[in-house]
């Protein structure tokens, strides 16, 4: 099976899906972030996906948007060290919805999120996500923002 593009840019939006609190036991800086992505009915696995973005208290939901996409993380609950979360994301492809969950340790976490991505021709596939993410220093000066349900 041959990643298109829109698998690449859902893989890539889901590393991105991850919402951040304004709690004690997460670190505020730059993650590193691995995302393995299972496609049902994929014979074989798909290599892992590594990013590097920046998780605050002040902007608790990093960019989420590749070109061409515009994604909205919506939904975003708080308990304890676990956040979860919507995303809805929309391109000229289709559409992909997806429910996730991390569990925050201080300087690193472990997540998983489920989504369903719809071509335009009506065609979905199901896709799992799990996520490791790692602090490993303060944010850069050019870190985005994602959108946000409450920006519309």
């Known amino acids: 099976m041959v990643l298109t593009t829109r698998t690449t840019t859902c893989l890539l939006a889901a590393a991105l899906a991850v919402p951040t609190l304004g709690w004690a036991n997460m670190e505020e800086g730059n993650w590193d ?10 014979p074989f696995p798909l290599p892992p996906v ?7 208290k002040k902007d608790v939901v990093p960019d989420m948007s590749r070109q061409n996409q515009d994604c909205i993380v919506k ?19 289709g559409t992909m919805d997806g429910e996730g969950r991390i569990k925050y340790a ?3 976490y472990d997540g998983e999120m489920l989504a369903k ?12 996500y799990t996520m490791q993410g790692r602090h490993t220093g303060p944010c850069r ?6 959108k946000r349900a409450d920006d519309y």
């Open 106 to 108: 201080g300087r690193t």
């Open 141 to 146: 000066a050019d870190s985005k923002k994602a």
């Open 117 to 128: 991505m719809t071509e335009k021709s009506g065609q979905a596939m199901t896709m799992k």
């Open 75 to 93: 939904d975003q609950k708080v308990s304890g060290d676990t956040v979860t979360w919507r995303v809805q994301c929309k391109s000229a492809d």
């Open 33 to 42: 972030v691995t995302v393995k992505m299972e496609m049902v009915g994929m």
């Open 50 to 56: 590594q990013t590097s973005q920046c998780v605050t």
